[in-house]
Each structure stands twice: as C-alpha cells, then as structure tokens.
C-alpha cells in the first residue's frame, strides 16, 4: 500500500480552487489533479506493508504535534522553476508550525525505516503535471489573473492517506490526528 500524511483542505478552500480550475483546465491539455485530490502534503512515505500499517498509525498517535495554527492558499508556481516547468502549484503559507509538523513527522516514522526526507519542506497544492504540453495560453491566462487569493483556514488535525493510483488516483483517509491531543480517530 502506499501512504502518506497531509491536511485536508476545508470545503471554502477547494470551492474557491475549483472555480479557478474550472478556467484554467481548458487552457492546457494537461494531467489535472481531481479536486477532492487536493491536500498539502506532510510526509510521503511511500509502499507500506499493510501488515505493518498499525506501526505508522501507533508512531503517528504518540506523535507529540504542533498545537493548531493557520494556513493560506494563494498565488500560482512551477517546480522546478518558471523555465522548465513539470508541475503546476497553488502555493501555501503558514508560520513555522507547518514545517515543524512535517518534521515531526519525518522524525517519528524514522525508526520504522521509512527514509528521511533530503529536500526542504516545501509546501504546496500539486494542481497539474506538466510534460511537453504548450502551456502558454495557461500562463497568460494566470499573468492576466487579478485574485490569488484562496483563502485561509485553521489547522487542527492531519491525515493517514493511502493512495491508490488505478484505475484513477484514489486518496483515501486512513486515520486522523487532532493537533492539539495524541489521541487518533479511526477513519
């Protein structure tokens, strides 16, 4: 199975993504991220033994958290650059918690063998996977925008995901962490 943690985005949020999406996905023939796909990532743990699932899942409840903390969603990126584009981000801003969390993450699953992560924490939402698609008129259309904003929420809690990748792309929420407790609610 393969796995990872991420914090949902709260149905204000993805409303205001999909009314842009919703322009912007006939400007580029590109691999578009389903909206209810979207999250921001903390961890990507990858294939998991599901007979070891209980492992992740009693490492993440003793995981000491970040209490709650703030989030927002705006503007528009390329990884790994403006140049060469292959992925098409909304960006995220948060405070050091969001990347204290992650950390915490990385820490806690480490000794189950799950690798450490070598890049820096980089938070964003993957809205599209760019190969050699011309994407120009998505770029003018994007540098034409005048709202960037898509709003501001509240964090409280994160997610155990399993991610199915057939026949489409599958996200499903394992178990959930409130930020504020050790304690897990069972999905």
């Known amino acids: 199975m393969r796995l990872f943690t991420g914090i949902a985005l709260p149905p204000r949020v993805s409303a205001n993504l999909a009314r842009v999406l919703k322009e912007l996905r006939p400007l580029a023939p590109l691999n578009w991220s389903p909206l209810e796909n979207l999250h921001i990532t903390g961890k990507f743990i990858g294939e998991w033994p599901e007979d070891r699932l209980k492992e992740i899942q009693t490492a993440l409840e003793n995981l000491n958290p970040p209490g709650g903390f703030e989030i927002s969603v705006a503007r528009f990126g390329y990884f790994p650059n ?3 584009p292959r992925t098409l981000f909304a960006g995220v801003q948060a405070g050091p918690e969001l990347a204290d969390l992650a950390s915490k993450i990385d820490e806690t699953l480490r000794p189950l063998g799950v690798a450490r992560e070598t890049r820096p924490y980089s938070p964003h939402l993957t809205l599209a996977r760019i190969k050699n698609e011309n994407i120009r008129g998505l770029r ?3 540098a034409n925008m005048t709202n960037f904003d898509f709003g501001t929420f509240q964090v ?7 991610s199915s990748r057939s026949p489409a792309p599958l996200y499903t929420p394992l178990a959930t962490y409130p930020l504020s407790s050790v304690a897990s ?3």
Not at 156 to 162: M, P, T
């Open 140 to 142: 003018q259309h994007i």
């Open 185 to 187: 609610i069972k999905a």
């Open 82 to 84: 403006p140049h060469n």
């Open 156 to 162: 409280s809690e994160f997610h155990l995901y399993q």
